[in-house]
C-alpha cells in the first residue's frame, strides 16, 4: 500500500534554482524521511522530521510538514548538477519498524 | 560509517532456478529489510526482520522467504525464480532503541537480478 505520494513526478530546472517537492500521506505518523537515489544506486537519508516539528534545516535542505494537511515538502536551495537523482519520501507510523515510500520524484539539473 | 554490502550488483539467473541474494551489514544494527524498486511502483517491502530468527513479512512476500541466521546478515531467497521477479533488489538496515525504531534506514547498492 502507497502512504507517500510524492508531487511532481519529474522536475527539471537550472542549475542555481531552488527545487521544491511536495509528498502527501494518508494515515497519521510518526515521523516522515526523505531519501535520495543517484542513478542504479541504492537510496541515501537525507532528513528526517518528526510528527511535532514543522520545520527543519540541513545545509541546502529545507523540510517542512503539516500534519494537518498531511503533507510535506522538500526544498533544495541553489541547486547543483550533482542534486540530479531521484528523491523519495518515506513514512514511518511507528508500527512494526516499517517505512513506506512513494513513488518518487526525478529531479534533473541542467548545468 | 555504516556500510551495508550486497553479494552483487548484476546477477542473470534462469526461470526456475533457486537464487540467493545476500545483504551484510557492519554496525550491529537490529532492523533489517529487503525491498524490490520497479519504475513507477516505487520501492515495495518484501520481508523484514527485526532480530536475529526474526522476520515478517512485508507487502509483497509472495515468491520470496528469508533467512537471518546471524545478526549482521539477511538473506533473501528465490525459491524458483520466474521473469517477473526481475527487478532491483535492495537490502537495508536500521537502528533499534528500546523496541522502537525511529531513525534512518542504511541503504545497499542493490542487487539488479535479471531472471530469462
Known amino acids: 500500500s502507497q502512504q507517500g505520494e510524492e508531487d511532481p513526478q519529474a522536475l527539471s530546472i537550472q542549475e542555481g534554482e531552488n527545487a521544491t517537492m511536495n509528498c502527501s500521506y494518508k494515515t497519521s505518523i510518526n515521523n516522515l524521511q526523505w531519501y535520495r537515489q543517484n542513478s542504479g544506486r541504492g537510496l541515501v537519508h537525507l532528513i528526517l522530521?518528526?510528527?511535532?516539528?514543522r520545520e527543519k534545516h540541513s545545509g541546502r535542505l529545507r523540510v517542512t510538514l503539516d500534519t494537518s494537511k498531511k503533507s510535506s515538502s522538500l526544498l533544495i536551495t541553489a541547486s547543483r548538477a550533482a542534486d540530479t537523482a531521484s528523491y523519495f519520501c518515506a513514512t514511518y507510523t511507528g508500527a512494526n519498524s516499517k517505512l513506506t515510500f512513494g513513488k518518487g520524484i526525478t529531479l534533473s539539473v541542467r548545468p | 560509517d555504516v556500510k551495508v554490502t550486497q553479494s552483487s550488483r548484476y546477477l542473470v539467473k534462469r526461470t526456475g532456478e533457486k537464487v540467493f541474494l545476500e545483504c551484510v551489514q557492519d554496525m550491529d544494527h537490529e532492523n533489517m529489510f529487503w525491498y524490490r524498486q520497479d519504475p513507477g511502483l516505487g520501492l515495495r517491502l518484501i520481508y523484514f526482520s527485526y532480530d536475529v530468527k526474526m522476520k515478517e513479512k512485508g507487502d509483497i512476500p509472495e515468491g520470496y522467504s528469508v533467512s537471518r541466521e546471524k545478526k549482521e546478515r539477511f538473506s533473501l531467497i528465490l525459491e524458483s525464480a520466474s521473469t517477473n521477479q526481475t527487478s532491483m533488489y535492495l537490502c537495508?538496515?536500521?537502528?533499534?532503541?528500546?523496541?522502537?525504531?525511529?531513525?534512518?534506514?542504511?541503504f545497499g547498492p542493490g542487487t539488479r537480478l535479471t531472471v530469462l
Open positions: 537495508a538496515s536500521s537502528f533499534r532503541l528500546a523496541g522502537v525504531s525511529y531513525n534512518e534506514q542504511f
Open positions: 522530521i518528526r510528527s511535532n516539528e
